[in-house]
């Protein structure tokens, strides 16, 4: 017999560096035992933002999908800058064509497609929406 599910929900959380809180409150989920399997599934992604969407059952168990980073982030990290542009005029970074297809490799299981060209199509418009140039 199948579990009945409580509540699903989706949260970005520090990889390897989860909490209790009031995040996780929200949940319904025995808190310890989630930040403890949720923080070793994520230990090589210290000091990035993880996604996961948590299903909690009604006998206090739960089930976690790991997303993999956000694409804004990795930009972020792969041109070494703070923060993107407020316009899309005002170049802030620059990444190469290797770079983005590194991101897009990685991105692949999220995105809506199978084909890595395809994919660095998708991760340069994001760069050039936060004002990051991609050279080759």
Do not use: H, W
């Amino acid at each position: 017999m199948a579990k009945k599910v409580a509540k699903v929900v989706k949260m970005e959380l520090p990889g390897g560096e989860a909490k209790p809180g009031p995040k996780l409150a929200s949940a319904g989920v025995v808190m310890p035992k989630f930040c403890t399997e949720f923080n070793a599934k994520t230990a090589d992604r210290k000091g990035q933002i993880v996604p996961v969407i948590i299903t909690a059952y009604e006998d206090k168990t739960f089930s976690m999908e790991i997303k993999t980073s956000p694409v804004t982030g990795l930009l972020l990290k792969a041109a070494g800058i703070e923060k993107g542009s407020a316009n899309q005029k005002t170049i802030v970074g620059k990444v190469t064509k290797a770079q983005i297809r590194e991101i897009a490799e990685y991105k692949l299981p999220d995105l809506n497609t199978d084909d890595v060209e395809q994919a660095m199509k998708i991760i340069e418009g994001s760069a050039r929406n936060m004002g990051i140039k991609v050279v080759d």
